[in-house]
């Protein structure tokens, strides 16, 4: 993948976006503290097709909160979930982080994902349930390299970025700075453990 920012003492500076992924907040949160580099996604009910498509490869991280659950991760990061009601949103939203998508892995059977379960946050019964919801389609394994943004941007919310759909485009773009959160030797290092995980070459 050819990349188009200018990388200084590990700061990155690289124009300004406007797309969004919408994922969990605590999930999010792993992600910037390097506990995570891959989501498992299957899709939003208002997605063309109700199937998972990558229309954007560098996104802004935009956190949610009405579908996290406790019950769905593991004992860690449970703890760090406060449940909300449904169609609860909050006045503003503050995007503290951005990401190149590197991998979109297809992983069709039950096994392979199992396997991923040291690697990520969530637990069996989630993995579970998205195996399960529409079958047929594929569980897509999202890999991504994250960045600080070195002024996180606070927003307000809008009802055109609720519902149940992977991707928002913001009203207003934000500027793309910060710093990585792995070095590039160590995401790659992450990177060729998932792949070895699933038994994809390289």
Wanted: charge should be neutral; hydrophobic fraction near 45%; include cysteine.
């Amino acid at each position: 993948m050819v990349h188009d920012w200018v990388v200084l003492n590990a700061e990155v500076s690289c124009g300004y976006l406007s797309y969004a992924l919408k994922e969990w907040q605590v999930a999010i949160d792993a992600l910037i503290q390097g506990d995570l580099i891959l989501l498992l996604r299957k899709g939003g009910i208002r997605e063309q097709g109700g199937r998972f498509q990558i229309p954007h490869q560098r996104v802004l991280l935009y956190p949610t909160y009405e579908h996290q659950k406790p019950e769905l991760l593991k004992s860690d990061y449970a703890s760090k979930v406060q449940p909300v009601a449904t169609g609860w949103h909050p006045e503003t939203v503050t995007l503290q982080a951005w990401a190149e998508i590197t991998h979109s892995l297809p992983v069709s059977v039950a096994d392979p994902i199992a396997a991923l379960n040291p690697l990520h946050i969530w637990n069996e019964a989630f993995v579970r349930d998205r195996v399960q919801w529409q079958p047929t389609q594929p569980l897509t394994v999202l890999l991504l390299r994250v960045f600080r943004l070195t002024q996180p941007q606070t927003i307000p919310y809008r009802a055109a970025y609720g519902g149940c759909r992977s991707w928002i485009e913001l009203q207003h773009p934000i500027k793309l700075s910060g710093t990585a959160v792995l070095s590039e030797a160590t995401y790659g290092d992450r990177v060729q453990q998932v792949l070895a995980t699933l038994a994809i070459e390289a």
